[in-house]
């Protein structure tokens, strides 16, 4: 981490206090959360103990909180047996199983109501299913599915007899696919015909197909959802409709009483280098901590009708679609398509039609609202909102302060909440009511998570507007456990640069002097588009796997809708291509990124240039490569390059 990247630049001086109104109807006051505060500082074990034991239902009681003793491979409750689908669904059936649990909208506007009963019959069926395919606990299940209810009844089914799921977000190709098939050694696949996004159908099994042509000798069955009605080849002997499979089903399957520790799913992020890292999730300290956000940041009661736009392919939508809000008895909505489609009032249509109460999403969507104007969300009855939340990147103020003002009326508090894949539930955010907000900050950790900022050394980083390693000092239920199949690189990634010390989160942050913290971005290379980590590395290597392609290197610049644009330096195989021809290129390899990784992987800008500017040890100057993309003068010593002529074609000035 460079000193400059250390110094905030942002100067936000705008506080807002809670909103009375709320804070008077609110789960939690500022007694309450000072007494989880303490609670949590006199005896962090203790802490997490008791509320294990007050929001989880157990089979078996366990005895130890936290198991310290394979640190940093860390084990909470671990003798103590649950499973996560009971407490999701039958736990809540006496008292609320005519509830509905989602509120489902395709994106051509066709619409189901699930209540609890009805999810807990459908999840057993697709459970007994599974079982009937020779699916046993433990096995990786791999999920690619369009945003249907389908999606949440898969995982919960897996989570009742004990399968890891591993779900693919739909956007990925079929490369990607493959990839993730392959190092989960997944014996299955769920899939559907295709889906329905921005208008076009996604044909998901034609994807599958791809993948499963070509290594994936692990996978015995593909499980296909008819939802697009689009037509899809299936493969006799290995291929049978969801339909199908579920037919001979009872509607009961008594729920697996599995090991606290038991991996609920898989899920990959990107990593700096390499191929993506499998993150692996506990079953009862990642649900602990799902209830209990879902309670303590999103204040859900039973009247609420709970939002959160994240697809299942990414852990929000896993920790606030398929997991928190059903431990918690919620209603959710869930929505299929694009947020733009047919125009730009969907989501508030949406939020109209189905009495959204608590609404959460992403900057990036924000930022592309707010640019369609006010006067779309201005045709749309907002009244019932009373809460709002965002996460993924860094909310610019000026966003937050529409967010405020034109979405939630200046009524509703906002609630931006910073963590991670790895840290599966939400670790720094306000609490509504009780936490004042500025725009543009996480503002503190909650009860329980030792968040800190420090220095090289590990030394706290105190001063105000100084910069730092966002770290956690001490071990959370949530926590990844480990990287699948790659122990060694769950440690190298979050522990080993303060010697096990503590978690690494692998982002810059400052506090300011009210203790606020800022999320400042990323230490490594991994690009953020649209709240979606990338790394630099798959996407170099996406461009080199293209015949025209010699050496790529891929860095991120600031994009006013996407948080990051994705800005590609690509060196060509043979003689530097100019004017129609460059372009004709470019647009080739836009396309041949997207077929590989998906469309959100595209770059947005491509220059051409016959060498790259590496260090004397090889390495990419990233550094250059940044200041180049952004149109930044060029601060860094360029008397070491072999050709300096490069910098003007860098810059595509020549
Ligand atoms: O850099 C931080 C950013 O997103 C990263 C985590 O990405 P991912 O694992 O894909 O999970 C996204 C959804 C939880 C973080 O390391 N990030 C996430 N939330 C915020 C954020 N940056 C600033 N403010 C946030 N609220």
């Not at 694009?338 to 939020?351: M, V």
């Not at 302060?401 to 939400?426: A, L, N, S």
Request: net charge negative; with cysteine.
């Amino acid at each position: 981490m460079n000193d400059k990247r250390l110094e905030s630049i942002l100067d936000e001086q705008r506080v807002f206090p809670p909103n009375p109104e709320f804070a008077a109807g609110a789960r939690f006051d500022a007694e309450r959360l000072a007494a989880m505060q303490a609670a949590a500082e006199a005896d962090h074990d203790g802490y997490w103990a008791g509320l294990a034991r007050e929001l989880l239902h157990w089979r078996q009681p366990f005895t130890q909180a936290l198991d310290a003793s394979r640190a940093p491979n860390y084990r909470w409750f671990a003798d103590g047996r649950l499973n996560v689908s009971e407490n999701c669904l039958d736990l809540h059936l006496a008292e609320r199983g005519d509830k509905p649990a989602i509120l489902f909208e395709g994106e051509g506007g066709d619409r189901r109501r699930i209540t609890y009963r009805e999810l807990t019959a459908a999840v057993c069926r697709f459970a007994n299913a599974l079982r009937a395919q020779g699916i046993e606990a433990g096995d990786r299940v791999v999920i690619y599915m369009p945003m249907v209810p389908e999606a949440v009844i898969a995982m919960q089914a897996c989570a009742r007899i004990g399968a890891i799921h591993s779900v693919v977000f739909g956007g990925f190709s079929a490369n990607s696919l493959r990839e993730r098939i392959i190092d989960a050694g997944a014996r299955m696949v769920i899939t559907a015909d295709g889906g329905h996004r921005g208008g076009q159908i996604v044909e998901l099994k034609k994807a599958t197909d791809k993948a499963l042509a070509d290594g994936c000798d692990s996978v015995e069955t593909v499980i296909v959802l008819k939802r697009a009605d689009c037509g899809c080849a299936m493969q006799a002997g290995r291929d049978i409709w969801w339909a199908d499979a579920i037919e001979a089903q009872p509607e009961h399957c008594e729920p697996l009483a599995l090991e606290a520790e038991h991996p609920l799913f898989l899920l990959y992020t990107s990593g700096s280098t390499g191929k993506p890292k499998g993150v692996q999730h506990s079953s009862a300290g990642y649900l602990l901590h799902a209830r209990l956000t879902a309670e303590l940041v999103f204040d859900l009661r039973d009247d609420d009708v709970f939002w959160c736009t994240a697809d299942v392919g990414w852990i929000t939508g896993h920790t606030y679609v398929a997991y928190g809000p059903l431990a918690a008895g919620a209603t959710i909505v869930m929505y299929e398509g694009a947020p733009t489609y047919p125009d730009g009032g969907r989501f508030w249509s949406i939020c109209q039609k189905h009495g959204v109460t608590v609404f959460y999403t992403a900057p990036t969507a924000i930022r592309a609202l707010m640019r369609l104007g006010d006067d779309i969300p201005a045709q749309y009855d907002l009244s019932k909102l009373r809460l709002l939340g965002t996460v993924g990147e860094p909310i610019n103020p000026e966003a937050w302060i529409w967010y405020h003002e034109v979405i939630g009326k200046q009524r509703c508090p906002i609630v931006d909440t910073w963590w991670q894949t790895e840290t599966g539930g939400i670790m720094i955010s306000p609490v509504p009511g009780v936490t004042p907000t500025k725009p543009g900050s996480c503002t503190k950790p909650l009860p329980g998570i030792a968040a800190d900022i420090v220095d090289e050394d590990g030394n706290s980083v105190t001063e105000p507007g100084h910069g730092g390693y966002l770290v956690i000092r001490k071990p959370w239920p949530s926590m990844l456990r480990t990287i699948w199949g790659d122990n060694e690189r769950y440690q190298d990634t979050y522990w080993k640069k303060f010697g096990g010390r503590f978690y690494v989160a692998g982002d810059s942050a400052h506090r300011d002097a009210d203790g606020y913290f800022w999320i400042m971005g990323r230490i490594d290379d991994v690009l953020n588009v649209s709240g979606h980590r990338l790394g630099t590395m798959e996407v170099e290597s996406a461009l080199v796997a293209h015949p025209r392609v010699a050496e790529a290197a891929v860095v991120g610049r600031p994009h006013e809708i996407k948080g990051e644009a994705i800005f590609a330096f690509v060196v060509p195989r043979g003689p530097r291509p100019a004017g129609d021809e460059a372009a004709a290129l470019t647009a080739e390899l836009r396309d041949w990124v997207a077929e590989q990784l998906g469309p959100i992987a595209k770059p947005d800008d491509i220059r051409f240039a016959d060498n790259l500017p590496k260090t004397r040890s090889g390495k990419i100057m990233r550094r250059l490569l940044r200041a180049i993309a952004r149109g930044e003068e060029i601060t860094q010593d360029v008397s070491t390059l072999e050709n300096p002529a490069i910098i003007a074609q860098l810059r595509g000035e020549a």
